[in-house]
C-alpha cells in the first residue's frame, strides 16, 4: 500500500504547469476574440436594435456578457486541452519508472499458462491481431463447412472453396472484433482502445509502453464527451439570443425604419 502511494506521489510529480497555464490563457484569449466577433457580426446586422428603453439596457448588457461568458467556456476548455496534454507527457515521462516496478510480469504470465497456443501466441513477433488471425484459422481448419467438398477438385471448385473460405474467415474475425468491442464496452473501454491492440505488437502489449498507449486510447475516446459537455452551457446561450432576436422580428420590437428623404428636384 504505501509503494502503491508512493509511485502515485511520484506520478504527479513534476506535472507540466506550463501546458495547464498556457492551454488556460489561449482559450481565454481566444474566447474572448470570438464573443467580441460574435458580438460585432450582431451589431453590423442591425439584430440588437430595439424600440423600448428596458430592450435596449438588456441587449446593451450583451456587449460585456457575451463577450465574458464566451471567454469563460474558453478558459475551461483551454484548461482541459492543456491538461490532456500536461497528462500524456507525464504518461511518456513515468513510462520507464513503471516498467521498472512491474518487472518481467510479462514473462511470468507466459510461464503461467497452460495452453500451448497461448503461449506461442505471447511469444509471437506479429500484432495482435496477426495472432487473432492465426487463432481464427485455425479454428476454422478444425471445424471446415459442411458440404464443401461436394464442390470438386476441379479449377471452379477449388476456386469456389478459396472464396467460401475467404468470406467465412473474414466474417469469423469481425465477429471476433465486435465481440472484443462489446465485451470491452461492458467494462466501460471504448471501442478505439480494443483497435489500438489489434494494431499492437504482442511484446508491445505486454510492455508497459503499450499499457500506457492504451491508456491514452482510452482517454482519447472519452475527451470529444468532455468537450461537449464544456461547450454545452455555451450553445444554450446561443439559442437564448437567437430565440430573443427571433421574438424582436416576430412582435416588431424593432424601431421603425426612417424612410429616406427624397432627393431635391423629384416632386416636381
Not at 476574440?33 to 439584430?47: D, F, K, N, P, T
Not at 482517454?219 to 421574438?247: C, F, H, K, R, T
Not at 424593432?254 to 431635391?264: D, E, F, G, H, N
Amino acid at each position: 500500500m504505501q509503494d502503491a502511494q508512493y509511485w502515485w506521489g511520484e506520478f504527479w510529480t513534476g506535472l507540466s504547469v506550463f501546458d495547464l497555464v498556457a492551454g488556460t490563457v489561449l482559450g481565454s484569449v481566444v474566447g474572448l476574440a470570438l464573443g467580441i466577433a460574435w458580438w460585432r457580426v450582431m451589431h453590423r446586422r442591425g439584430w440588437l436594435a430595439r424600440r423600448r428603453r428596458w430592450h435596449h439596457l438588456l441587449v446593451g448588457s450583451q456587449v460585456v456578457l457575451l463577450p465574458l461568458a464566451v471567454a469563460f467556456f474558453g478558459l475551461q476548455v483551454g484548461f482541459t486541452a492543456g491538461a490532456h496534454r500536461a497528462l500524456f507527457k507525464q504518461l511518456d515521462h513515468f513510462q520507464p519508472h513503471l516498467q521498472t516496478l512491474v518487472g518481467g510480469w510479462g514473462e511470468g504470465l507466459g510461464n503461467a499458462l497452460e495452453d500451448e497456443r497461448m503461449r506461442q501466441a505471447l511469444r509471437s513477433e506479429g500484432t495482435v491481431g496477426d495472432v487473432a488471425d492465426a487463432v481464427v484459422a485455425a479454428y476454422l481448419s478444425e471445424h471446415p463447412l459442411p458440404g464443401v467438398e461436394r464442390l470438386g477438385d476441379g479449377p471452379v471448385g477449388r476456386a469456389a472453396g478459396w472464396v467460401i473460405g475467404k468470406v467465412r474467415a473474414g466474417v469469423m474475425r469481425g465477429v471476433v472484433e465486435d465481440t472484443l468491442v462489446e465485451q470491452a464496452g461492458r467494462v466501460g473501454l471504448e471501442s478505439g482502445v480494443v483497435r489500438e491492440a489489434l494494431g499492437m505488437h504482442v511484446a508491445e502489449l505486454l510492455h508497459t509502453r503499450g499499457a500506457l498507449r492504451l491508456v491514452k486510447a482510452q482517454i482519447n475516446g472519452m475527451m470529444p464527451g468532455v468537450y461537449v459537455g464544456l461547450l454545452l452551457p455555451l450553445a444554450l446561450i446561443a439559442l437564448l439570443v437567437a430565440l430573443e432576436i427571433v421574438a424582436a422580428h416576430r412582435f416588431r420590437w424593432l424601431p421603425a425604419r426612417v424612410p429616406a428623404p427624397a432627393p431635391a428636384g423629384t416632386g416636381r
